[in-house]
């Protein structure tokens, strides 16, 4: 018995270093392996077992994963024991997820029903957990990391699913090979493990035949849109002493962009550094700039709900006219109380917080509507869909990397998340994310340019409208439904077939 619980123990342990590596570097081959271990081990227990080894799974997870959180918070808000609760508040919803999920798994488990409704209902438990945790805590990035999903954003043709069903619709596909490959393995049918192979292979087929539809399909205008990257350090302050060199830096730039004849000027989130103002001398020079030369200025700045509260906005100037559009899903504890709790901020006894748009209607440029991602809001799935549905042929990605730009992974995930939007919608996406990853994505997830920028500087990048309407966007509540069913399809054969014995 206790070698039996040593080899659950690693077996468990190895899994969740494997998810958590396969997240970190992106890793399109583990994320087919990494749970076999965990799914090998809990068709050997009962459902009450299984919540406590998805307790230690979720502990292996979480203190891996999610290991920056220390460091990053105490920089943030200057108190390193913000960093801890915060890493052990996270760690403790890690286990008790992957506790509930595990346990809801075995327990449709079941060899009295059919294997393909069994696999299905296996996968659909894991895919379902991911969807209610996403819609639980949209404010906290670091939960989204927990998707399956994430592993294969590297992968041109994987994440062309994306805009049939989400990035759920991938997860799904995860949990079902990985749970194959275990049941092969614990019944020992090696030659049957070639069938979820087989599966992969096919997706990854399937994958390139909608990628090269898409290429063909979703090339509109083209839009020359230039990248204002500031590259401004966070703890680079705006105060009495340093406000002048830094607002001649942003008039710099502003010049040097205007210089590229673009038809749009994209910068970005919160770059300018205070509340917007009607007459604020920064904010007219963009408007002036924008009558001027015929183009759309883009920019990220805060706007005044009352002395408590603040939107986190994009503003768009272009002819005679302002438009704007606010961040959806501020940080929960740092930008945003939960729960009435929140991180104390460095410096700043009486913190504004923010408040999240409604992520409805899309900013206006003379180009067309965009539909605007400010910073985490990019982690959302589905988070373009209602812009989109309201007319945004393309898309900008806002946000201020610069806070985590020291952890690479989180960097990385950031951008391939933004990816991940631009296929579930099949609209460009114009990325600028100061001292992260800036570029364009395109409709069909392929990459013109990505790079990081360190320092100042312009760069000019072309985006295309688009005004396809995806199945996902359509019918985004049709996949869940359908997961929904699989499940309650294998609890009701479960139950008639107990009644009889």
Known sequence: MSQIFTRSVIG???????????????QFLLAWMCFVP??????QYNWKRAF?????????????LQYWMVGLVASFSGYINSGIALYSIATIISMLYFGFVCAAAVRLNSRQVPLSLRAAAFAGIFTLGELILTRLFPGMPWFGLFRASNMVLDNLYTIQYA???GSFLISFAIF??????SYYLHQRSWKKISLPVALVIMLQILGYGIFRLSDAQTKGRAIKVALVEDATAPEVKWNAESGPALMQKLINLHQNAVATHPDIILWSESVVPWTYRDDDDFALLLQQTAREHALSQVVGMTTDISDEEIYNSAYSFYTNQTSRSDKQYPVSMAEQPWCSIALPLQNNSNPRYEVGGDGTEPLLTHKGKAAVLICNDATVPGAMNAMVRNGATFGFSLSNDAWFSHIPFLVKQHYLNTRLRAVETRRDVAINC????SGVVHATGA??????FNKADIKSILIFNNKIITLYIRTNFLFPIAILLCIVASAILIYQKNRRL
């Open 176 to 181: 079902l090979v990985n749970f194959l490959i």
């Open 163 to 165: 805009s049939i069903g």
């Open 38 to 43: 965990l799914f090998f081990i809990l068709q």
């Open 52 to 64: 406590f080894i998805g307790l230690l799974f979720g502990l292996a997870f979480g203190l891996t």
């Open 434 to 437: 100061n001292m992260g990853i």
């Open 447 to 452: 990459e013109d340019v990505h790079e990081t």
């Open 12 to 26: 468990v342990t190895a899994a969740a270093l494997l998810f958590a590596a396969g997240i970190m570097q992106a």
